[in-house]
């Protein structure tokens, strides 16, 4: 049985039951909380409502988790971007309510900057006109949603990818509730150790004032350089007769002055103390545990974002904090070369599908096979057909990559011309790339205005370039959130939690005894989502897996 539920203004909810086609299968019924609604049905099939990140916190915070939910906001997000290459635009209840009316689609509240502290209040939802029953635009919406997704270019497919975009919600509250155990105690050790003592102001340390130093002597007696300031050190530079075009670590490692190794070495623990130190600290691990605010498919991909906190972007030395609880280890699961076997198993192509085959270090095989052993060229051909490097030494390896697995080549030319002309290119279950006409992330490095717009020839290439890694890194996104959908069942009898999660990483924080058991777990929801994603295929999706006490010792 499914159950459709939506807040009332006394804090209550009220109930409807559904059957498959999303149809009214029973009178409305009125609870007084959700958590009580919840608690009373026990065997429920899946939860309908606007949005798992407004109600499923409520859950948690009350000791209660369902099994399955649909969430209207992921969904719209997914069936808007399908339908008409509009993604990005408003995924509410109200706005998916408005579009099914034929009215004009309100704007969805803005996304706080990435860089704030853990808020404390969810901002309110987009409201329903004047006069609007939630409940009854609910039931509208999601049996809207289900004829939607049933008439997608390949209905099964979008079917599972909004159920899988659904699960993500509930794994992504449930890994914010839980929090990553975090030793704030090994984290202001290795800051001192690192940084040296704060000076009062907290805005130096120690070490980065001595390192400004060394860098301000490297340029000549009374020369005062701030190396936070990248236009100071280009003036720096230009005076000693070297031009820069930027101050990246890259460029800096290019010239023999002996400003440079300071300077990298202030570059690198300034960043550590702006992204992850005291002020980090403080803003978000409480009691033992650091809680980020997931985001599944925040990104165009479908690859997860945050909102504040960087956890997707912990620096290794800082993992040396990430420390499980006494009794309890961490079961650190990692992908083997997932990008490759994706490209594998949507091209079907049958020579890549075979080098994809085993658990076997998928480069090494294709070395054998194609680059006389070579594994690094291997790995770089590969990688540059996904990415489209087409000069020097990658033209040729491309060529070789096209003789000996033509239709892995053609799969991923394909969504590069397409994105070329402008046209709307998916993942294997059908996430869209946004069209030519929309703008996408800057990081994407496609031009956004100007002279190398989408209208010139060398916007057009840059978008060809994107769309030719998104078929790739939008499948394999996919195939992670089905990864995850299948894991947090087999973990559901366990005391294990799913706590950490990044593109193609997780992290689950167990009792020792329960280790075993979960990196069994995680290897069968690899090949299980494998088959689930693109079918009956001869590859194999394996995990490498190290059941640590501290994440840093997970890698070597």
Known sequence: MRWAVADTEDGGVL?????????????????????????????AGRWVWRSTARMYGRLLAAGVRVERCHDVEAAEALLIGH??????????????????????????????AADTQPSLFEPAPVPLPAGTDELRALLEVYAGQLARAGAAEHPGR???????????????????????????????????????????????????????????????????????????????????GIALSSTRA????????????????????YRLHTAHGWSWLASWVRGGRFRPEYLPGGAVSGRWTTNGGGALQIPRVVRRAVVADPGRRLVVADAAQIEPRVLAAVSRDPGLM???????????????????????????????????????????????????????????????????????????????CPPASTALPDEAGIPQDGPAGYGSTAGARARGRFTRNFVVQGSAADWALIVLATLRQDLAGLRAELVFFQHDEVIVHCPQQEAPAVVEAVRAAGDRAGRLAFGETPVRFPFTTAVVECYADAKA
């Not at 290459?85 to 579009?99: D, T």
């Not at 890259?250 to 623990?269: N, R, S, T």
């Open 354 to 432: 075979e080098v994809a085959a085993g658990d076997r270090d998928l480069y090494a095989v294709l070395a054998a096979r194609a680059f006389a052993g070579d594994r690094d060229r291997a790995k770089l051909a590969l990688l540059g057909a996904v990415y489209g490097q087409t000069s020097g030494d990658g033209l040729k390896n491309l060529a070789d990559l096209r003789r000996r697995f033509p239709r892995a080549v053609d799969y991923v030319d394909e969504a590069a011309r397409a994105g070329e002309d402008g046209r709307l290119v998916r993942s294997w279950l059908g996430r869209t």
């Open 15 to 43: 109930l409807c039951p559904l059957d498959g086609a999303g149809r009214p299968a029973g009178p409305v019924v009125a609870e007084r909380s959700l958590a009580e609604a919840v608690r009373a049905r026990p065997g």
């Open 83 to 112: 339908e008409e290459g509009q993604s990005g635009q408003p995924r509410s209840l109200a706005a998916a309510w408005a579009r099914l009316r034929g009215l004009p689609v309100p704007e969805d509240p803005p996304v706080r």
């Open 250 to 269: 890259w460029e800096l490692q290019g010239i023999d002055h002996p400003a440079v190794a300071p300077l990298l070495e202030y570059k690198k623990l």
């Open 158 to 240: 979008m079917r599972l990818l909004v159920a899988a975009e659904s699960a993500g919600t509930l794994v992504a509250a449930e890994m914010g509730h839980a929090g990553i155990p975090w030793r704030a105690d090994v984290h202001r050790e290795l800051l001192t150790e690192l940084l040296g003592e704060r000076y009062p102001g907290g805005q130096e340390t120690r070490r980065l004032a001595e390192l400004a130093e060394e860098v301000s002597r490297a340029f000549g007696p009374g020369v005062r350089v701030r190396p936070d300031l990248p236009a100071d050190i280009v003036r720096a530079f230009a005076r000693a």
